[in-house]
Each structure stands twice: as C-alpha cells, then as structure tokens.
C-alpha cells in the first residue's frame, strides 16, 4: 500500500522560501512519477511539478517554473519541493501524489500541508 506524508508547511512571509517533504512509503517507486499539486481556497486543484523517480526529469506548470524546484532522494524515498520567491497566491493545502507511469491517472495521494503566504 503506498504511503505518501508531506511535511514542511507553514506560514511565511511574501518573498520567502519553504521546503515542503514528501515521504514515500509502502513499494519500490521504479517507474513511477512523483508530484506536487495544490488548493487554494475555493479554487481547483493545480498541478505544480512532476518528477521521474527513476531517471530524475523534471516537468513544471509555467506558473511556478523558476520559483519551485521539484527533487527526490531515491535512498531516502523523499520527495521534495522547494519553494522560493513566495507570494500571497501561493497560500494553499499542498499535495505530494504518485502515479505508476506517464500516461497512468494520481492514484496515490498525501493528506496534504497547509503553507500560508503572508503579504
């Protein structure tokens, strides 16, 4: 059974940075992708970047590329997304998911971590 838990949300101020961790548990992640999404309030969720577990490619939304870097530590079964330049926008619930192939729908999902942007 896979296991995603994120951690590493909180509450910062308009320009900084937090790193948010996902720790993945439960299989072998080979061939699997690894991502992070978010909901703001009253909004839909988005995606925000993906990673190849195997050969570490990334792929980011426009709206993020530049400010969040997506990375994992295969060893450590980690999934990490660091966050700088924060904005007021980016206060949302942040999900870690994991699916089993490119083309494969997020079938697993993390409770999510709240980060709250102060302006």
């Known amino acids: 059974q896979v296991q995603l838990v994120e951690s590493g949300g909180g509450l910062v101020q308009a320009g900084g940075s937090l790193r948010l961790s996902c720790a993945a548990s439960?299989?072998?992640?080979?061939?699997?992708?690894m991502g992070w999404f978010r909901r703001a309030p009253a909004k839909q969720r988005e995606f925000l970047a993906r990673?190849?577990?195997?050969?570490?490619?990334?792929f980011y939304e426009d709206s993020v590329k530049g400010r969040f870097t997506i990375s994992r530590d295969n060893g450590k079964k980690m999934v990490y997304l660091q966050m700088n330049s924060l904005k007021p926008e980016d206060t949302a619930v942040y999900y870690c998911?994991?699916?089993?192939?490119?083309?494969?729908?997020?079938?697993?999902w993390g409770q999510g971590t709240q980060v709250t942007v102060s302006s």
């Open positions: 998911a994991a699916k089993t192939s490119l083309i494969a729908a997020w079938n697993y």
């Open positions: 990673i190849d577990w195997d050969t570490g490619s990334t």
């Open positions: 439960g299989r072998t992640f080979s061939n699997y992708f």
